[in-house]
Structures are given as C-alpha cells and as structure tokens.
C-alpha cells in the first residue's frame, strides 16, 4: 500500500462489508482506519493499467507467524480472482521469509469465508493449538462485538521457500553447495 492509498482502502473495506450486511448479517460498525493503524502489510490489487484498487489484504504478526487480518475485495470486482491473488501473494511473501503456517479468523459457515478459505487449503486450528497471540486476537473480537455468527481460527501450512530466512533476520539462508 502507498501512502495515498488510504482513503481507497477504507472504501474497499467498507464496500466489502455491505455483503454481510445483504446476506442478512448485521456486524458493529468498522473503521477500517483502525485496523490500518495496527496492521504491518497491507496488499492492494488494482485493475489493469493503474485501474481502481480491486481489494486488500492486510497482515500482521501475531506470536511468532503472520496472520490475515483482513482480505476484502470490492463488490463491485468480486468473483473474477482478486481475493485468490491477494491470497496467495500473501502466502508466498510469508513463505520467503521462512514461516510456516498463516493465521487467520472467520466466520466458520458463511460461503465466502470459512468453506473458502477451507477450499484454499485453510483447516480450523483447535484452540488448545492456539497460543496467547491468537488467543488475544480471538478475545478482542469479541469484545469488539463481531462473533454474530459462529466464528474460526484457520491455518494453512506453508512450504518455505529455500534460502528463506525462517528467524527474520533479513538474512537469507544459503544453501551448503551454494558458493559464497
């Protein structure tokens, strides 16, 4: 994201939102300029030649692994693989920085959270595997109100990529045949 990207992130964000609200669920209000504050990354998609921002997805670092704070593609562009892309450009930064899994939460039933994430290789993470980071995650959402409907923690595995620095140094690994 660039600096001038905010205000088209919050109306993203706040458009992705309006297909719960259609589909009958009723969440508090959001600002996405909260979330922004805290988040580390944050991944746009825009159409081509410059074209308006698709959607987003933003990531922070909860324990020790990355976790999806938040992925949301406009209405208006859904269904057409920007949500899939922001994904996966996700999952392959985490993995060349040597992490092994990505976190996320969701809304366990609705079609576009759970069962897709479930689709893209997410699996529900039982709550004794949690830790305190994601415990506190889970914990802030509901006092932020938004567990309406029955909620998930999901991981999908990650392969690292070789020569990926798995402690974040910024160094990479070097293979042993690797020269220098």
Do not use: K
């Amino acid at each position: 994201m660039r600096p001038g990207d905010e205000p088209r992130v919050v109306e993203v964000s706040l458009a992705a939102d309006t297909v719960f609200s259609d589909a009958g669920v009723v969440l508090p209000p959001d600002d996405p300029r909260e979330m922004l504050a805290h988040v580390e990354r944050v991944l746009v998609a825009c159409g081509p030649r410059g074209g308006p921002m698709l959607g987003l997805a933003a990531t922070a670092t909860v324990g020790e692994g990355p976790h999806l704070e938040q992925l949301a593609v406009h209405p208006a562009h859904g269904r057409r693989g920007a949500g899939s892309a922001l994904l996966e450009a996700v999952c392959a930064e985490a993995a060349a920085s040597g992490h092994t899994r990505l976190t996320l939460t969701t809304f366990r039933d609705l079609p576009w959270n759970g069962p897709w994430y479930s689709a893209r290789g997410f699996s529900v993470l039982p709550r004794a595997a949690w830790g305190p980071g994601l415990e506190r995650v889970w914990d802030a959402e509901e006092r932020a109100g938004i567990g309406v409907l029955p909620r998930v923690v999901m991981e999908r595995p990650l392969s690292p990529a070789p020569g990926a620095d798995p402690a974040g140094t910024g160094r990479r690994r070097r293979d042993a045949s690797s020269p220098g």
